[in-house]
């Protein structure tokens, strides 16, 4: 009983990590990266400059408020396990999945070619 118990434990906590986990680093989906560095957002197509944004991510129901003078952004994240994202737009049904990529030059807005 005790072995099932801390088994059930270490369930619940790893599902509570994943569902807690930060978001960092840059994710593509198409021609679309979206980069978190620190507490920015920057949205950019590949090869032409996007837009930055301060984001707040709200642990308890995992939302993102991104924002900028002139914009800002809210999305759900319904799935992070550091290697891909699925984020839901606030009014939307669409889900959008986002595939972290290790390579990408956020100044130049290009995917370094790996070797």
Same mark, same amino acid.
């Given at each position: ?16 990590? #994943? ?6 680093g840059s994710y593509i989906n198409k021609n679309i990266v979206y980069s978190f ?5 920057? &949205? ?19 939302? #993102?408020?991104?924002?900028n003078d002139l914009d800002e952004i809210n999305f ?24 972290? &990529? ?8 290009? &995917?370094?070619?790996?070797?």
């Amino acid at each position: 009983m005790k072995k099932f118990t801390l088994f059930l434990f270490v369930v619940c906590l790893s599902i509570i990590s #994943v569902n807690c986990a930060e978001i960092n680093g840059s994710y593509i989906n198409k021609n679309i990266v979206y980069s978190f560095v620190k507490d920015s957002l920057y &949205i950019d197509e590949i090869g032409i400059e996007g837009d930055a944004y301060v984001y707040d991510y709200i642990k308890d129901d995992s939302t #993102v408020r991104a924002y900028n003078d002139l914009d800002e952004i809210n999305f759900k994240v319904l799935y992070n396990d550091n290697d891909t994202i699925k984020i839901r737009y606030v009014n939307s049904e669409k889900i959008y999945t986002f595939v972290k &990529i290790n390579n990408y030059d956020i100044h130049n807005m290009k &995917i370094n070619e790996t070797k």
